[in-house]
């Protein structure tokens, strides 16, 4: 079975600021014969790009400025959608690159939304929770218009949770009396959440890893997985591979180092370790290697759910992972993809293997409309149908192509969001 074959082909007169400009570039060249240069053009292109100087008064008094951002990508199939990342290294190239991925991530899945992504750039970690409040509370207002139930919907990313989400919905709420609730997803279920919504993504990756190593006939059992990320998306992906694949997880990792046991590490107990010492440093029955010695740990399956661009050149010549899942947004590096391709390594992009937290924010804010709410194992279900049914159309299309299962994906993206420009008339 060919699920991978032809590599990506390299982007001529093009120049590519980050991967997934590469990747959309890439396939967009050979959609030329449908789209045209100038609806090419379009697509790659922002629609809104908000840059904010918040105002931020700390609690010893000292009034500080935090530079935040929104990029609006494209809204042709629905209101933009996207997360809301507090980091000390977010910067507008970065929010660029993540709005246009979510774009492409829910015209895969098929739901109706646009991409759009937001960022703080600031250390919260750094900051009390009175000053987090504070700052989220100055970034909705300073927002404006440009969010709404029907207009932009934010949701959780990296450093920010429920919580954030609340705060985001409660100001929001204080201008518009009416119809506020869908305004952002990823709220705490009392105030609106949707069951499911915290494991989301960290299940779709667990779905995309069964549905991959059914097609690949791969034991799962006998095999070595890998999870570089241990906080929201990678520790419910191992708890789950573990749990319901019984594949056995031999290394978690955060941003200061990973454990590692060929044997396997108890997930469970690595979490609580790591919940009460803030580190895996430490950790009973497991060597604890540096970041850059966890990737390349030797493994069969390697799901990278941390930051973009942590699979490189270097990690991607060195890993023996034949199997990787992307759990994070962006963690292969377009020369990365080049190698993994050479060495002839099954890849499923971020834009379909992550898409399960948008998936379930969908349904969060089709029941905060509805007014109706479902079950835990009701969602649970949903989002298996979704995000396989997902998987079957850009495996198909790869297999038919004879292409890699991401330059299938990114087809199957760029033809939803360019019929859906056409038949709005965009350009007319």
């Keep these: 079975m060919a699920i991978m074959s032809l590599p990506i082909p390299k982007v001529e007169g093009k120049v590519c600021y980050d991967a997934e400009s590469c990747f959309v570039?890439?396939?967009?060249?050979?959609?030329?014969?449908?789209?045209?240069?100038?609806?090419?053009?379009?697509?790659?292109?922002?629609?809104?790009?908000?840059?904010?100087?918040?105002?931020?008064?700390?609690?010893?008094?000292?009034?500080?400025?935090?530079?935040?951002?929104?990029?609006?990508?494209?809204?042709?199939?629905?209101?933009?959608?996207?997360?809301?990342?507090?980091?000390?290294?977010?910067?507008?190239?970065e929010v660029r690159m993540l709005a246009n991925l979510m774009t492409w991530k829910s015209a895969v899945v098929d739901i109706p939304y646009g991409g759009a992504k937001g960022g703080i750039t600031i250390d919260p970690k750094k900051l009390t929770k009175t000053e987090l409040e504070r700052l989220t509370r100055a970034y909705t207002y300073h927002l404006g218009e440009n969010i709404g139930p029907h207009t932009d919907v934010p949701a959780p990313d990296v450093n920010t949770?429920?919580?954030?989400?609340?705060?985001?919905?409660?100001?929001?709420?204080?201008?518009?009396?009416?119809?506020?609730?869908?305004?952002?997803?990823?709220?705490?279920?009392?105030?609106?959440?949707?069951?499911?919504?915290?494991?989301?993504?960290?299940?779709?990756?667990?779905?995309?890893?069964?549905?991959?190593?059914?097609?690949?006939?791969?034991?799962?059992?006998?095999?070595?997985?890998?999870?570089?990320?241990?906080?929201?998306?990678?520790?419910?992906?191992?708890?789950?591979?573990?749990d319901e694949l019984k594949g056995k997880i031999v290394g978690v990792s955060t941003s200061r180092g990973g454990i590692y046991n060929p044997?396997?590490?108890?997930?469970?107990?690595?979490?609580?370790?790591?919940?009460?010492?803030?580190?895996?440093?430490?950790?009973?029955?497991?060597?604890?290697?540096?970041?850059?010695?966890?990737?390349?740990?030797?493994?069969?399956?390697?799901?990278?759910?941390a930051l973009a661009g942590s699979i490189d050149e270097k990690v991607a010549t060195k890993t023996n992972a034949q199997i990787i899942i992307e759990g994070a947004n962006g963690p292969v590096t377009a020369a990365a993809n080049e190698i993994l391709i050479d060495k002839r390594r099954v890849v499923t992009p971020a834009i379909l293997s992550s898409a399960g937290g948008?998936?379930?924010?969908?349904?969060?804010?089709?029941q905060n409309l509805q007014q109706f709410y479902w079950t835990h194992d009701e969602v649970n279900k949903k989002l298996e149908r979704v995000i396989v049914t997902a998987y079957e159309k850009v495996r198909d299309l790869s297999r038919k192509q004879k292409t890699t299962l991401r330059q299938a994906a990114y087809t199957l993206g760029l033809e939803r969001v360019a019929q859906a420009c056409l038949l709005r008339g965009v350009g007319f």
């Design 25 to 93: 570039q890439a396939v967009a060249q050979k959609l030329s014969f449908i789209i045209d240069e100038g609806l090419i053009k379009y697509l790659t292109s922002f629609r809104r790009e908000i840059v904010m100087d918040i105002p931020l008064r700390k609690d010893d008094g000292i009034l500080i400025t935090v530079q935040a951002y929104r990029v609006q990508h494209n809204n042709a199939r629905g209101p933009y959608k996207g997360g809301i990342r507090y980091h000390h290294e977010v910067d507008l190239h």
């Design 358 to 366: 948008v998936i379930v924010s969908y349904f969060e804010w089709v």
């Design 161 to 242: 949770n429920a919580q954030v989400m609340a705060w985001i919905y409660d100001e929001y709420a204080k201008s518009h009396s009416t119809d506020a609730l869908g305004v952002v997803t990823g709220k705490p279920i009392g105030l609106g959440g949707s069951e499911g919504r915290e494991e989301a993504t960290g299940r779709g990756v667990m779905y995309i890893l069964r549905e991959v190593i059914k097609d690949l006939k791969f034991d799962l059992t006998s095999a070595k997985t890998l999870i570089e990320g241990f906080g929201n998306v990678g520790f419910h992906a191992a708890r789950l591979i573990h």
């Design 263 to 305: 044997k396997g590490i108890d997930v469970m107990a690595a979490h609580r370790y790591y919940l009460e010492k803030g580190s895996l440093v430490g950790f009973p029955n497991a060597d604890f290697l540096t970041c850059e010695e966890f990737l390349t740990a030797d493994c069969d399956v390697l799901i990278p759910a």
